[in-house]
């Protein structure tokens, strides 16, 4: 605990942390002002460094780009393995766990010890690799890298400690699993095939031990070749050469039939007593032709052959269609004696296993389920039932359902919003599954003691919002939002909106929600924001719409009658709204030259719609066309409940809208909004008509002053915060653009009028970049990030050169276009005049230096770095709330940092964390009741309402790209300052709550993530965790209460971390038990009859076999044994405490000495005791031995 006072002089002018040529930060145009009564801040901070600790909690979502499956029978427990390295364990709802390989090579297959608690994995480096599931985080117990053979298959007989791996070259090796060494025995691809053979038979494709004795092994090749080798003789009992190429090999559980799958859609059945020929031959999908041949099929890629009691024997398969069907989607197919069932699948299929009741091989499998791994999917389908149903999976499979474009999180909700939510939600589900109990239900998950509501909204391509419980780590869905229901559907042929075939004009780009209140907010690519608010009640009502001309220029002329129809403001001090407009919104509207103009990109219904329970769409606004001009999109939105106002802005201005009254109070320029107190010197804008000129990036300003102004100036002038848009962009002449076309050049141009105003959805889901290596630490690879996050060229004040396009790759083809802004390159005359508004904060604060009293204020963060106050006086009482407008005026009050503005927030002078007022949520459409009447019930948190003891005022938290301040208001001195990086920037930053104490956490495009402490923005941690190496990251990672932040790892995957030490101590309660201890179950009784003549499977010992002692060692060069990270890790447990450790071995070994010398001397004592004893003894026998008996 520190005290941090700071007596203020009130020299405002000479505040800490002002930059050289730029305006103090506790004055409004850098002039001095009264000094205030000096004043005492006390804040008692009790966070300190051990608080906080960096680590991965839990992973949400369908393992990104999966290659392999495997099941334990007896455990009940699914594992997935991934294309990048990563395995995800899954049991019972709860039971979720994520690994990852450090090598990142694909996950080849997946082999389960069953009952065992262990699973081993091979993955494409040729490295096998032992993880240990009987703890909460599963760790590498060994890993065995092959040096010279290729990995192609595994398989782990069950009971078995002997791994049998087939490679490339066709051998067969065998690996210990309990010490993971390779033992002497190899089968070798020339011994398995007869000698007369010519050629090669390919790779191990399949290993399986044969059902009626497990000493014998089959071994299929990938030519057609399959030989059943004899483990004990060290020869083949048979060898099967077929024309078609192996994919697969299923046994029947008797051993005496196996089932292959070939390569040109036939299924081969084999009987062991005649191997010359297959027992049968079928073409499920394959039709006789008129002609009388069969019909070209696709390879059968797996058959899995299991057999029932009560029926027919299920052949299951995937694949083997005819080509001649384009277009048909992948298909599972099982065959259940004579009935056919096709399965067909809405992604290709990587993998399927039957779900079988016992573990033992030569049982009766009785299978009851089958999992099937889609890419992009997976579902479990139900075997028991004729008509084959899904089970409903109870994981969050289905966030990237479409792809993810924005994300929020939300701890610490009001606890009834939950159950309230899944309510709602629940009414929507879909019906048809299966009445049975989701069959993977290993391990044991309980709700841990330290868990409280949180939710997660994620944002989508298509216009669907999705709110997500994410209490306890868990993650399951409670409502489903489609915004794109608030607009007419566009038709084929209709002007514009023949413009948006294939396009995502409904994609989420953020988001607001007021817990509280229960209002919602969803901007839109298409430059559109959606106001909904929430009722259990389903009702009629008419979406009102505002259309707002956010394009303003100050130079432009403004004749009266555009006035009329352009809310926007010609003088800056304005304060009463403009009187509204309704502009057509036909597709048709503009000038008479074509040029589109007042129209917006979307068309809302205009009728009265029904609209069910759940969030309601009550308001939506839209930015205008402006002379052939699409809108440019929105960068920062916030709302606020208690003052019914909704404010937003881009990189043309601001807008301040009365979701109450359905009025826009404010439209105004980033430039007007200064007024006098415009920091920057700025060039002059060239009028509109005149800005057609084909000079290049590279023309210079003869402006010799302003170039030296651009120097001193901050080096950003764009949105950084994961939204889509370029605040430094202006129209160039039609079909002459200005930046040098490379391979990708032509992506970075201006679009041509008639082209869309928006592409597709900006997925945060499918964006990968590699960064440009820069030695200047700085602009240029954060210009080039930028560049690829808003798909848009960008430019910033310290350089006059042209920036050369960095080419960018997407994983998916449906994001082959990004969204630009809705203008591009610019000219350097007006390339400073630009300057978007990156954020927005409502609250109670003190709009100018004399106010004695906190009043509703708006602050505005800029690209620029400025920071501008805008006080508003909002009617108290209802009625006239509802009737008499709001005043808004710039107040001309301007703080400056460097870097975009990212964030407010607010402390009173104790340092506690000041939330917005809010109103408390009423449901409008529920029945009114005449005993109460329904009034708005405000909730507001007034700085002044804990200053006793300190006085009026409080405390502005301001974080920009690359520093963070505390200003005390009203003074509006500088406390506090702290540059947060010079070589990276800032991408998020939030005021945070962690341990009942406030701080600020950043996140660095370097990868750091930093807390500060407030006030005193002391760096608490600086962890470099994660190398930003794709703007997905940037786009969705956010911060919230408790210490928690969330992110995209994949585009099918949500990543949750904590930096509190807290819950780093507590995660092990809260994560599942992956291990059960459960009894393997007993094998049947085989009868006696079968016994005698069923082999002598039961006396295999594969340790006599298999052993040094009989094998002897494998060569050293073959593979190469790695201890695993579990000892490694025990080992680093050990170094951390190292110094610890030394002092206890030291106090131990004073300890262990000075028992010894103890034990010495009482050694010692009784030695000297013995002779004593012995002495007297001798005396005693010397007096007494001449003496009778009858003398004692």
Not at 274 to 282: C, D, I, R
Not at 889 to 914: E, N
Not at 1072 to 1089: S, Y
């Amino acid at each position: 605990m520190k005290k941090f006072r700071k007596v203020l002089d009130g020299l405002t002018t000479s505040s800490p942390g002002g930059t050289i040529g730029s305006p103090s930060c506790g004055s409004a145009a850098g002039t001095p002002t009264a000094a205030p009564t000096p004043k005492e801040i006390d804040v008692q901070e009790t966070l300190v460094s051990e608080n906080f600790q960096l680590c991965k909690t839990v992973r949400h979502g369908f393992p990104y780009q999966p290659t392999a499956l495997a099941f334990d029978p007896v455990q009940k427990l699914l594992a997935v393995g991934s294309r990048s390295g990563g395995v995800r364990i899954l049991g019972r709802p709860g039971v979720d766990c994520f690994c990852q390989h450090e090598s990142g090579a694909a996950v080849l297959q997946l082999q389960f010890l069953i009952n065992e608690g262990a699973l081993v994995t091979a993955c494409a480096d040729d490295t096998l690799h032992l993880w240990n599931l009987r703890q909460r985080r599963p760790a590498i117990l060994h890993s065995l890298k092959f040096n010279r053979e290729r990995i192609t298959f595994c398989h782990l007989p069950f009971q078995s400690k002997w791994l049998y791996v087939g490679t490339e070259r066709g051998n067969t090796h065998i690996v210990n699993i309990e010490s993971f060494i390779l033992s002497g025995y190899v089968i070798m691809w020339n011994k398995a095939i007869e000698l007369s053979t010519k050629t090669h038979p390919g790779p191990v494709v399949h290993l399986s031990d044969s059902p009626k004795d497990e000493g014998k092994l089959l071994i299929g090749f990938e030519s057609g070749t399959i030989v059943q080798w004899d483990l004990r003789v060290k020869k083949a009992d048979f060898r099967i050469y077929y024309d078609e190429a192996i994919h697969s090999v299923g046994w029947h559980h008797e051993g005496k039939q196996f089932m292959c799958s070939h390569s040109d859609g036939s299924l081969t059945l084999w009987n062991l007593r005649n191997t010359t020929k297959p027992f049968q031959v079928t073409f499920p999908h394959g039709k006789i032709q008129k002609d009388g041949r069969k019909e070209s099929c696709k390879p059968i890629l797996k058959v899995e052959y299991k057999t029932s009691r009560s029926s027919e024997p299920f052949v299951i398969f995937s694949g083997g269609l005819s080509y001649d069907k384009a277009g048909r989607r992948p298909t599972l197919t099982i065959m259940h004696g004579k009935a056919i069932t096709v399965l067909e699948m809405d992604y290709p299929i990587v993998e399927f296993m039957a779900l079988c009741e016992t573990p033992y091989n030569n049982e009766v499998q009785e299978p009851y389920a089958v999992v099937v791994l889609l890419e992009k999917d997976l579902i479990v389908v139900d075997l028991t039932q004729s008509n084959f149903p899904v089970f409903e999976n109870p994981y969050p499979m289905d966030i990237h359902e479409s792809p993810v474009t924005c994300t929020a999180y939300f701890a610490e909700c009001p606890p009834d919003i939950i159950p309230i939510l899944y309510s709602i939600g629940a009414k929507h589900k879909k019906t048809g599954y299966s009445q049975k109990e989701w069959p993977i239900g290993g391990g044991t998950w309980t709700l841990g003691s330290h868990t409280y509501p949180e939710i997660i909204i994620t944002g989508h391509a298509d216009g669907s919002i999705k709110f997500w419980d994410a209490s306890a780590i868990t993650l399951q869905m409670l409502y489903k939002l489609k915004t794109s229901k608030v607009f007419e559907k566009p038709k084929p042929g209709e002007g514009r909106a023949a413009e948006l075939v294939e396009e995502d004009p409904f994609a989420v780009q953020m988001v607001s929600w007021c817990p509280q209140s229960r209002i919602f907010c969803v901007v839109g690519i298409s430059a559109h924001i959606i106001l909904y608010r929430f009722s259990k009640c389903d009702a009629n009502t008419q979406i009102v719409s505002l259309e707002v001309r956010l394009q303003c220029e100050s130079e432009d002329v403004i004749s009266p009658s555009e006035n009329e129809n352009n809310p926007c403001f010609s003088e800056p001090g304005s304060h009463s709204p403009q009187p509204h407009h309704q502009h057509p919104a036909s597709p048709g509207s503009g000038t008479l030259e074509g040029i589109k103009d007042s129209i917006p990109c979307l068309k809302v219904k205009d009728r009265v719609v029904r609209v069910p329970p759940g969030y309601q769409a009550e308001l939506v606004i839209q930015l205008l066309w402006t002379d052939g001009e699409p809108p440019q999109q929105i960068t920062s939105l916030d709302i606020n409940s208690a003052y019914g106002l909704l404010a937003f802005g881009n990189c043309n201005g601001l807008a301040v809208v009365d979701y109450l009254q359905k009025t826009i109070l404010l439209c105004m320029s980033t430039l007007d909004l200064y007024g006098t107190a415009d920091p920057y010197q700025r060039l002059t804008r060239s009028p509109r008509r005149n800005r057609q000129s084909t000079s290049g990036l590279t023309e210079l300003s003869d402006n010799q002053q302003s170039i030296d102004m651009e120097r001193s100036k901050s080096p950003t002038s764009d949105h950084v915060n994961g939204h889509c848009t370029s605040p430094t962009s202006q129209p160039c002449s039609a079909g002459k653009p200005r930046i040098p076309m490379g391979p990708e050049g032509s992506r970075l141009t201006r679009r041509g009028p008639g082209r869309p105003p928006f592409r597709k959805a900006q997925s945060a889901a499918c964006m990968e970049i590699s960064l440009p290596v820069s030695h200047t630490e700085g602009y240029a690879s954060r210009r080039a990030m930028l560049q690829q996050l808003h798909g848009v060229t960008m430019y910033s004040h310290d350089e006059h050169h042209t920036t050369t396009p960095y080419c960018w790759s997407e994983r998916e083809s449906r994001e082959n276009s990004f969204s630009r802004s809705r203008s591009s390159s610019v000219s350097s005359i007006d390339r400073d005049t630009k300057e978007a508004i990156t954020t927005l904060q409502f609250g109670e604060s003190y709009g100018r230096k004399s106010d004695a009293l906190p009043t509703p204020c708006l602050w505005v963060g800029t690209s620029l770095g400025v920071v501008l106050l805008i006080p508003m006086s909002i009617p108290t009482n209802q009625e006239e709330r509802m009737e008499e407008s709001v005043t808004i005026g710039p107040s001309g009050m301007v703080l400056m940092l460097k870097g975009s503005v990212l964030r407010f927030g607010f402390l009173d002078c104790m340092g506690a964390h000041i939330q917005s007022p809010y109103e408390v949520w009423r449901d409008l459409n529920a029945p009114e009741d005449p005993d109460r009447p329904r009034r708005r019930k405000l909730v507001n948190f007034s700085p002044s309402s804990s200053q006793d003891a300190c006085g009026e005022g409080h405390l502005a938290v301001v974080c920009s790209e690359r520093q963070a301040k505390v200003f005390l208001m009203p003074s509006q001195s500088c406390l506090f300052v702290h540059n947060i990086t010079e070589s990276s920037f800032v991408l998020r930053a939030d005021v945070v709550s962690v341990c009942n104490s406030v701080c600020l956490a950043c996140f660095c495009a370097n990868g750091h993530v930093m807390t500060l402490s407030l006030p005193s923005l002391r760096p608490l941690m600086d962890v470099n965790y994660l190398p930003l190496t794709d703007m997905r990251i940037a786009r969705t990672f956010c911060f919230t209460n408790g210490g928690q932040a969330l992110y995209l790892s994949s585009p099918t995957e949500i990543q949750r971390i904590t930096y509190s030490q807290e819950m780093c101590d507590n995660l092990q309660e809260m994560l599942g038990e992956l291990f059960t201890p459960i009894e393997t179950p007993e094998a049947q009784n085989r009868g006696f009859l079968k016994g005698f003549f069923g082999g002598n499977a039961h006396t295999f010992d594969r340790e006599e076999l298999f052993g040094e002692a009989a094998a002897g060692k494998a060569s050293r060069s073959l593979a190469q044994h790695i201890p695993g990270q579990a000892g490694l890790e025990g080992m680093k447990v050990a170094a951390s405490g190292a110094v610890g450790d030394l002092a206890r071995a030291r106090i131990a070994l004073d300890e262990r000495g000075q028992r010894l010398g103890e034990l010495e001397e009482r050694t010692a004592l009784m030695m000297t005791s013995a002779e004593t004893f012995s002495k007297h003894a001798h005396e005693l026998m010397l007096k007494c031995k001449d003496k009778k008996w009858y003398q004692f």
